[in-house]
């Protein structure tokens, strides 16, 4: 991410974005994320060799600690937070720079901490629960402004209807949280041409951590997205009937 500063303080980087690449990682719930999903995104990085990488949240799934009902088949705390560190390792050897934005699963023990009445200075740094280096900066949100363009806007979700937070806010937008939601749209008004990106996910849809889901008929989409030059293309991992990734990006 060279050149690629964020201000600790609002959030705000200032890069020229239309000039770049950006990947997106959508949602990958580790350690219930895809079987095939680091493989994906070792392609993903050889094909487009991005300047900038933004994981869109739920990077952890953390269901042992969710304020809903857990599974009492699937691994203790303990285990899934091993099962992390040893995923994000494996992630950071590929990506060693990346902005991972806050998000409802991934800020877990903090909203647990919150609701029990515990401050958050008891509690280790982001970069030290997921042993990664200082290359990951975890933030709640991310805007990037550049010259001569609409800022793009990155959250974990903030509604349903993504272009309509475009509209609100008056920039592009990119998020996760919806996994069933895999879409670009685009607005305009007299001054420019605004867009909205839905990412989709990278989870496992089989494992009981969304066993939740098994009854809808909308079912999670898995792939992501990428911004080439200040314009956004979602990437799909096609899956085989078996539920594996055929192994080549469209």
């Not at 995104?41 to 739920?58: C, E, H, I």
């Not at 098994?214 to 079912?219: A, D, E, T, V």
């Not at 085989?240 to 469209?250: D, E, F, M, P, T």
Request: hydrophobic residues 40%.
């Amino acid at each position: 991410m060279k050149k690629f500063k964020i201000d600790p303080a609002t959030h705000v980087a200032h890069w020229d974005y239309h000039k770049h690449t950006i990947l997106f990682i959508s949602d990958m719930h580790i350690p219930y994320q895809h079987p095939d999903s680091i493989r994906f995104l070792q392609a993903l990085k050889k094909k487009y060799n991005p300047d900038l990488v933004v994981s869109l949240g739920d990077m952890a799934d953390f269901h042992c600690i969710s304020f809903h009902d857990t599974n009492p088949d699937l691994d203790h705390a303990g285990m899934e937070l091993e099962r992390l560190q040893e995923h994000a390792r494996e992630i950071e050897k590929i990506f060693p720079n990346m902005v991972i934005i806050g998000s409802n699963h991934g800020d877990l023990h903090l909203r647990k901490a919150l609701a029990h009445g515990l401050p958050k200075a008891l509690f280790r740094p982001y970069n030290d629960i997921y042993t990664v280096g200082p290359g990951w900066i975890f933030v709640d949100d991310l805007t990037i402004k550049a010259v001569g363009q609409p800022d793009l806007y990155i959250s974990h979700g903030i509604k349903k209807n993504a272009l309509q937070v475009a509209q609100q806010r008056g920039q592009r937008f990119v998020c996760g949280h919806y996994h069933e939601d895999f879409e670009i749209k685009y607005c305009g008004n007299p001054n420019e041409l605004l867009w909205s990106m839905m990412a989709g996910c990278l989870i496992d849809k089989q494992s009981l951590a969304f066993e939740y889901n098994k009854l809808n008929l909308k079912r999670p989409v898995i792939g992501t997205g990428v911004c080439v030059e200040g314009y956004p293309r979602l990437i799909p991992m096609v899956l085989s009937a078996s539920g594996r990734w055929v192994g080549r990006l469209l």
